[in-house]
């Protein structure tokens, strides 16, 4: 069956430090994956696209993996602030049904 | 990017009790999305709408359950008809940004809906 998996389990960082959040997905073939912010109350917000193509995509302290070997995208936010607390979504394309999959969420928490 | 507003922000139904919530984006799209959200549960497509067509329903929802409209390029709803406690959700609406020809999306800012 087909799957998008982001750990369940909130992360806990300390400030400063780098945060890894990890999506994994099963019997996709994406063309692109998205990552997305969403705060409590709020819609989710579109941070990162990476297509299948390019291994590593970056923007200010975001960085985005993509590996279509591994079936995984690894979201890392370096230099984390407190004001970086959020759920984090992943997101896939699905080319046989023309629209975005998102995973669950991890929820990331960042202490001072 | 497109800024989208959604009313009501909340609200507390009575079971039985049909709930329409609406969606107003500030520019023309073609496409406008409605999702669902349960607690610590991924994003749930609804249903796809187009203006002047009818509703594309995904596996599992059904038009006499969540009838939407589409009047026109800039607005829709979404109505949750004949609730019961189940339908306690945030429901979203979102539209594609059209960046890069991808479907990137800008969502609104969701309605919490409780059903008693």
């Known amino acids: 069956s087909q799957k998008i998996e982001q750990n369940s389990e909130a992360l806990n960082i300390q400030e400063g430090k780098t945060a890894t959040l990890t999506c994994n997905y099963t019997n996709y073939s994406p063309a692109y994956l998205q990552w997305y912010r969403q705060d409590p109350g709020r819609g989710p917000v579109f941070l990162l696209l990476i297509r299948e193509n390019e291994k590593e995509k970056r923007k200010e302290r975001l960085k985005v993996t993509f590996d279509t070997t591994l079936k995984q995208s690894l979201f890392h936010i370096t230099a984390s602030q407190p004001a970086d607390s959020a759920t984090y979504l992943c997101a896939l394309d699905d080319t046989g049904g023309f629209k975005t999959i998102f995973g669950a969420g991890t929820r990331l928490f960042v202490k001072a | ?116």
């Not at chain 2, 497109?2 to 009790?17: E, L, M, N, Y």
């Not at chain 2, 009047?71 to 019961?84: E, G, Q």
């Open chain 2, 1 to 116: 990017s497109a800024v989208i507003s959604q009313k009501p922000s909340r609200d507390i139904c009575q079971r039985g009790t049909s709930l329409t919530i609406q969606c107003q984006v500030d520019s023309q799209v073609t496409m406008m999305f409605w999702y669902r959200q349960q607690p610590g549960q991924s994003l749930t497509l609804i249903a796809t709408a187009n203006q002047g067509s009818e509703a594309t329903y995904e596996s599992g929802f059904v038009i006499d359950k969540f009838p939407i409209s589409r009047p026109n390029l800039t607005f829709s709803t979404l109505t949750v008809s004949n609730m019961s406690p189940e339908d306690s959700s945030i429901y979203l609406c979102s539209v594609e940004s059209g960046r890069d020809h991808t479907d990137t999306q800008y969502f609104g800012p969701g309605t919490r809906l409780t059903v008693l």
